[in-house]
């Protein structure tokens, strides 16, 4: 079967990515470690020590990233339908993190501990329908909203990437109606032509 022209285009641009050889330069799995990095360095979120979840982590750069920023003596745990390549300092959970069992895996994991940062890079698998896309993507979202309102502490951080689109306005209102503070970035690592965001909140109410 013949590559689709959109398939070669993406390729191209794949390979010709900047983030993407700095990637490969720099050790990281996926050129999206360059958002959360560029995210981190303007907001401070990642400190030693603390405890962070990473929802959808495969193939790990935003786990990459964070192992890294909080040192040993933190703890991040990573959670993905997807099985993950073993990462240094990255515990990982493989399942769907609504799961009881999961969720059993993950307090076992805290051991007690505090989650201070909930991160969130998921996305469907895009299908090229707009609507059904963002549909989809929003659901995700949704789900990580949930699960971090239940898990971090009362000062915690939730980090989530968002669609612009339709129920996005919708999204954000409940955010904001569950969190103190809550800001938008758009990293230099996000695509031009992408219509992705990341939500930055903190301070459940």
């Not at 907001?43 to 979840?53: C, G, S």
């Not at 969130?120 to 309102?149: I, K, Q």
């Amino acid at each position: 079967m013949q590559p689709s022209k959109t398939s070669k285009q993406w390729m191209r641009e794949h390979v010709n990515d900047p983030y993407v050889q700095m990637a490969q330069k720099d050790g990281y799995r996926s050129r999206a470690a360059y958002k959360l990095l560029e995210i981190n360095a303007k907001d401070k979120l990642l400190k030693p020590n603390m405890v962070v979840v990473d929802l959808g982590a495969t193939p790990g750069g935003w786990s990459q990233v964070a192992a890294r920023e909080i040192g040993r003596g933190g703890k991040v745990i990573a959670l993905d339908l997807l099985p993950l390549d073993p990462l240094a300092g990255v515990d990982f959970i493989q399942g769907d993190f609504r799961d009881d069992a999961v969720l059993k895996q993950l307090q076992d994991l805290l051991a007690g501990r505090q989650v201070a940062l909930v991160i969130s890079d998921m996305a469907p698998n895009m299908s090229g329908v707009l609507n059904a896309d963002l549909a989809r993507a929003l659901y995700l979202a949704e789900l990580a909203m949930e699960f971090a309102y239940e898990q971090l502490q009362a000062d915690g951080y939730f980090l989530v990437k968002v669609f612009q689109g339709a129920g996005f306005e919708d999204y954000l209102k409940l955010m904001r109606s569950r969190f103190s503070k809550v800001v938008t970035r758009k990293p230099k690592a996000s695509r031009d032509r992408s219509s992705e965001l990341y939500l930055l909140a903190t301070g459940k109410i």
